[in-house]
Every structure is written in C-alpha cells, then in structure tokens.
C-alpha cells in the first residue's frame, strides 16, 4: 500500500480478528492493538454474563477505539472492532476518517466451531446469533474489503493484505 493505512479488522466474534490483525500488522509493518483491550470492564462482565451489548454501551468502547486510530493517522496501524453495523463504523470514521476496514467473513457452522476450540475469551457461543443478527455488512461507499475465513491464519492475512493493496489501484 502506497500510504499507511489504519485498518479495522471487522467481523463477528470467532472469526478470527484478534489472530489476524496481528499477522497483518506485521504484513504492513505496523503496530497492532487489540480491540477488546478498550473495552470498559462492564463491558467484558455483561458479555462473560451472555449478555448482549447495547449501544450504549458500544459508544464509548467505539470512541476509545476511534482516538487510537485518529492517533494512526497517517502512520498506520491495525486494530480490531467487531464494527458489526455501519453506525459503528461511521462512529469510527468520524474519529479517524481514513480508515479502511477489512471484514471478516465466514459460514457460521465454521465460525461456532472454532469459537468452541478458543479457551480464556469472555464472548460464549451463545452470542453468536445476536452478533450474526447485528451484523450490517460493509457498504458500496465504505472504503474497505471483505475477505474469507477458511483456511489457516496465513492465508486469512495474505488474502487480506493482498485485497488491502487492490485498494490503492
């Protein structure tokens, strides 16, 4: 990519953000931060709870998310942020309007299996179906890409990092 990109690497949970958002930083050669970390801990208990997350309560984690990629700007960086509808998005890009993001796609059966095999990570299968329900895809007039999540971790990021370089075309 001819500029620095910030990239919000987007999806549902289990689809693989926090594996590959630092596999892509490291492709573009760029620090990662990890979304969850920005989290409130309110948040991590009502989602450990089953829980669903109310807007609400997603404004201020967005925001947080927002000022590190505003700080980005111009430098690049990769973060993840399930931004499953656009007006978390357009939150987002409110804050940092350059970013691009890259959303996670993938059949849910695949997506729950490997949320069963993950250990240590507050968000149960359980939710998934909400997260799936909340889910706005990107738009035609958002600046970002949406890539498959079968295959191993390497080959997520290439395909990402690959898609990401197609946008400076």
């Known amino acids: ?11 549902v949970a289990g689809t693989g953000k926090t594996t590959i958002g630092p596999l892509l930083a490291a492709q573009l050669g760029v620090p990662y931060a990890e979304g969850d970390d920005f989290h409130p801990p309110a948040n991590i208990a009502k989602m450990s709870a089953g829980t669903p997350l109310t807007d609400d309560d997603r404004w ?20 993840s942020s399930s931004a499953l509808k656009r007006a978390y998005r357009d939150r ?10 890259v959303h996670l796609t ?7 299996d490997r949320m069963s095999h ?5 968000m149960p ?4 179906d909400s997260q799936f329900a909340t889910l706005q ?3 035609a007039d958002e600046a970002g890409v949406a890539v498959d999540v079968t295959g191993s971790p390497e080959e997520i990021s290439e395909r990402a990092f690959v ?6 075309q």
Do not use: N
């Not at 898609?163 to 400076?168: I, T």
């Open 92 to 101: 987002l890009r409110a804050a940092a309007p350059g970013v691009v993001f």
């Open 163 to 168: 898609a990401l370089g197609r946008l400076d």
């Open 106 to 112: 993938g059949d849910r059966a695949l997506i729950e």
């Open 60 to 79: 201020p984690w967005l925001d947080a998310i927002g000022a590190w990629a505003h700080g980005r700007a111009g430098l690049g960086g990769v973060v």
């Open 118 to 122: 993950r250990q240590g990570h507050f």
């Open 137 to 139: 895809p990107l738009g």
């Open 125 to 128: 299968t359980a939710l998934l």
């Open 1 to 11: 990519m001819s500029t620095p990109h910030v990239v919000v690497v987007m999806g």
